[in-house]
């Protein structure tokens, strides 16, 4: 918890252009009407588009840091994986790992240098040519 700082007393405002709170400071914004992205996403929710309406600031290392609110009543609740995101990822994961060159889907992900899997890679070592384990199956 970062040490109560009074410099970011300011429901007005006036300095920070947002009004802006102590961070931990009890008179500052009720929790049930404004949230943090992190308090909002402990509770199953997210903005969901409406614009930061305050913040609340701490100092560490000697720089300022903020957290911005947002209100509870306009955040929507966050959207569960679905079937088809889940398929969506996995869709892209194979991707990366089946090679451009000969389209085998491999089980490990192609690396970008040289971007084709080790059998079409000219420059990867062959049987002999290493003790990796890796080639020398
Ligand atoms: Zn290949």
Redesign the pocket.
């Known amino acids: 918890m970062p040490r109560m700082s009074m410099f970011f007393w300011d429901p007005e405002g006036l300095r920070f252009d947002l009004p802006t709170w102590p961070f931990g400071h009890p008179d500052g914004p009720d929790p049930e009407v404004f949230a943090t992205y992190r308090e909002l996403k402990a509770r199953g929710l997210r903005p969901g588009g409406q614009e930061k309406v305050g913040q609340l600031g701490w100092w560490i290392r000697g720089g300022m840091r903020f957290a911005y609110l947002y209100r509870v009543d306009q955040a929507k609740k966050r959207r569960p994986m679905t079937p088809a995101k889940w398929a969506s990822i996995h869709k892209a994961l194979a991707a990366r790992r089946t ?6 889907e ?1 089980d490990y992900y ?1 690396n970008r240098d040289p971007g ?6 000219p420059n990867a070592p062959r049987d002999g040519d290493s003790d990796d384990p890796v080639f020398a199956a």
Do not use: A, L, M, N
């Open positions: 090679c451009p060159e000969c389209k085998t491999k192609i084709v899997c080790g059998e079409c890679d």
